[in-house]
């Protein structure tokens, strides 16, 4: 079976070449077929998908389920001496954002901010994420500020998933692993 699909939204559409994992029998009766497809594209939120088959051999489904990867992150860190807009953060041809994961990046610039006062986040694309917590520290303070997420808020530009903007004050020096339970 040759299967390829459409992803339609409202910010383009996403075609894929035939459906296929390599060195797998794929669209078996009864099995679950998973198939990973990257595009440059956002298509923004999801409007249609069309399904095009090009053999003779008849194939039915049940679901289909799109997820996407897409976030846009932004800190704003804010202290006595100013503050650092870091831009979207993102470790080039590395997959950031990953579950389990913990991500660092590393962020230049000329402003001491002094002390950490607080940690703005700001987030774009409609995907939703959540984290446990962000550290910050820099070559004038090498000892790690923690701002906690311990109301466990989702953050997503799409406001039924959970918030866009969220500012956590009053950082610690305590390692968040000993309130997640992680240490």
Do not use: H
Not at 155 to 175: H, K, Q
Request: aromatic content about 10%.
């Amino acid at each position: 079976i040759s299967a390829f699909l459409t992803l339609s939204g409202k910010g383009g559409e996403v075609k894929t070449g035939s459906l296929d994992n390599p060195k797998y029998d794929d669209f078996v009766k009864g099995a679950i077929d998973t198939f990973t497809i990257e595009s440059d594209i956002d298509i923004g939120q999801l409007d249609c998908v069309t399904i095009d088959v090009e053999e003779d051999d008849a194939w039915s489904f049940e679901w289909i389920s799109v997820s996407s990867d897409i976030i846009s992150a932004f800190l704003t860190l804010s202290g006595k001496g100013g503050e650092v807009k870091t831009g979207s953060l993102d470790n080039p041809k590395y997959d950031d954002f990953v579950r389990g994961a913990i991500d660092t990046f590393t962020i230049e610039s000329d402003i001491d901010i002094g002390q950490l006062d607080c940690v703005t986040i700001d987030v774009g694309e409609d995907d939703a994420w959540i984290f446990d917590w962000i550290s910050v520290s820099s070559d004038i303070n090498p000892d790690a500020r923690y701002v906690l997420n311990t109301e466990f808020v989702w953050m997503s530009s799409d406001l039924s998933e959970g918030r866009n903007n969220m500012e956590l004050c009053e950082p610690t020096l305590v390692d968040p692993g000993t309130y997640f339970g992680m240490g």
